[in-house]
């Protein structure tokens, strides 16, 4: 593969959650960067502050849908980024609340605390001390098993950033992914997942998405990192479901 090119971004944020632009910046961003697809995707309402509650898809939807009318070629979809939270991979999107939505995102932040209060010791603290102590068997176990369940509990498009704040075994991690028909995200912005990773997943059968995460309008589709990665360790075409004009499967709308 020589060039990759991407025809969709399905992780960007706006002022709806702690993004700087508006669902219109965005949309011009992306249309100048030539995406054909391009979702809004903000952080669900666990997330500190910012999070967007559920009484405000409907807002969002027709804000956007207002939007969408000024541009022919660019494909805009409502989504969220969900916080998984705890053990029992619970997340913060009710599947009734779905149906307002277009593509479900999830992903663990570390702000959003668990729902229950043994998970603050099982997760919360792994997650504050990565960079200064080196995670456990014990701690990478339980981090595994709270994607592989949020994975298998819900039905998430896109799982975002894993690896970020956590260490995880990555093979189980895209098994389930494989599995379920989750996209695995390549985040450019937290640079995960690191090279020691990326083999890991590559031999499981989880098929890729490569996000901006973009928090600024001008960042929609700057995924460098994740094209080198891609590029260094060969991932074929046929494993990214962002590039060539490819449509997802989605799995929170079967
Ligand atoms: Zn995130
Ligand atoms: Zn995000």
Redesign the pocket.
């Given at each position: 593969m020589d060039e990759i090119k991407l025809t969709a971004d399905y992780?960007s944020h706006t002022r709806y959650s702690h993004g700087s632009g508006t669902i219109l910046d965005n949309a011009k961003s992306a249309s100048q960067k030539g995406l054909e697809i391009l979702a809004i995707t903000d952080?669900a309402v666990r997330h500190p502050i910012v999070g967007v509650s559920p009484k405000k898809y409907d807002k969002m939807r027709a804000d956007l849908e207002e939007v969408q009318k000024g541009f022919d070629n660019l494909t805009l979809m409502l989504g969220i980024?969900a916080n998984v939270l705890g053990m029992a991979g619970d997340i913060d999107v009710k599947e009734k609340d779905m149906s307002k939505l277009d593509i479900v995102?999830a992903?663990?932040?570390l702000t959003s605390f668990p729902y229950k209060f043994s998970d603050y010791f099982k997760i919360t603290w792994n997650a504050l001390t990565k960079y200064t102590m080196k995670s456990t068997k014990a701690q990478i176990a339980r981090n595994t098993t709270m994607f592989v369940n949020a994975v298998k509990k819900h039905p998430i498009d896109i799982l975002?950033?894993p690896g970020?704040r956590l260490d995880i075994d990555y093979k189980e991690v895209g098994k389930v992914c494989a599995d379920y028909g989750t996209y695995v995200e390549l985040?450019s912005?937290?640079k995960t997942p690191d090279e020691k990773s990326i083999e890991q997943l590559l031999s499981t059968d989880c098929v890729f998405v490569i996000n901006s995460?973009a928090h600024k309008p001008e960042n929609i589709a700057s995924c460098d990192f994740a094209i080198a990665l891609a590029k260094k360790y060969g991932i074929p075409d046929t494993r990214i479901a962002n590039i060539l004009g490819k449509k997802l499967d989605l799995r929170s709308k079967r």
């Open positions: 992780h952080h980024e995102l992903g663990y932040h975002t950033h970020f985040s912005r937290h995460d």
